[in-house]
């Protein structure tokens, strides 16, 4: 385990399932965080997918203590600067490129960067991390790649995304490589436009209930 990856994993504090998130209008930002928290699950990923993205950071690292708030989607070392500045704990990319691990090297803020394929994981592991978004998880083999790293890229966990959902999150989360997983079904868009807090908090519960 290197310092980076200690200070990624306290941070997520063995949450289980870290929601993924695309706040379209900037108002749900803390009610939604707090509704997240209230259900179990702080740490919460902010995506750079829509104008909203910084300032609705911005506002739940200002306004809810209780939360942890993460920017993801980062694309570049503009990008992970500018998610920092706004007051992101830590910082998701959906790929890992030299200029995102070299912004990750100059600041305090730590990387979760995607990974998919074995040389991916050994070019991420030779920067000093070894912990990873499997990204599209679903899309690029699922469980039956996570189970076939297993063993070669034994001392590599991951967070996989993309595709998973209450159905298959507790098969994910079996799997020995597996720390976390991440997912928007936490926070449907239709729940979230309708303000249905209430709803949003119970299938955070729900989620963060789930265990290895
Ligand atoms: C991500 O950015 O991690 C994914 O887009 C989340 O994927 P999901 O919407 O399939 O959960």
Redesign the pocket.
Same mark, same amino acid.
């Given at each position: 385990m290197t310092s980076k990856t200690e200070k990624l994993l306290s941070l997520l504090d063995g949450q289980p399932v870290i929601p %993924?998130l695309k706040i379209a209008n900037v108002a749900d930002a803390v009610p939604l965080a707090r509704a997240l928290a209230r259900g179990g699950l702080p740490a919460i #990923?902010i !995506?750079l997918?829509t104008a909203s993205a910084l300032e609705a950071i911005r506002q739940v690292a200002a306004e809810v203590e209780e939360a942890i708030v993460g920017a993801? !989607?980062i694309l570049d070392a503009a990008q992970f600067e500018k998610a920092a500045a706004a007051g992101s704990r830590f910082i %998701?990319s &959906?790929g890992i490129t030299r200029e995102l691990l070299s912004a990750a090297d100059d600041s305090n803020v730590p990387l979760l960067p @995607?990974a998919i394929t074995p040389s991916e994981i050994m070019a991420a592991r030779e920067a000093g991390l070894r912990f990873l978004?499997f990204? &599209?998880? #679903?899309q690029s083999g699922g469980i039956a790649s996570l189970k076939a790293f297993a063993s070669p890229l034994a001392d590599v966990k991951f967070c996989p !995304?993309? @595709?998973? *959902?209450g159905k298959n999150a507790a098969d994910y989360l079996a799997l020995s490589n597996v720390i976390c997983i @991440?997912? *928007?079904?936490v926070a449907p868009d239709e729940l979230v436009k309708a303000g249905k807090w209430d709803e949003i908090e119970a299938l955070a519960r729900a989620a963060s209930t789930l265990r290895k």
């Open positions: %993924v #990923e !995506t997918r993801g !989607t %998701v &959906p @995607g978004k990204f &599209p998880a #679903e !995304t993309g @595709g998973i *959902s @991440g997912g *928007s079904w």
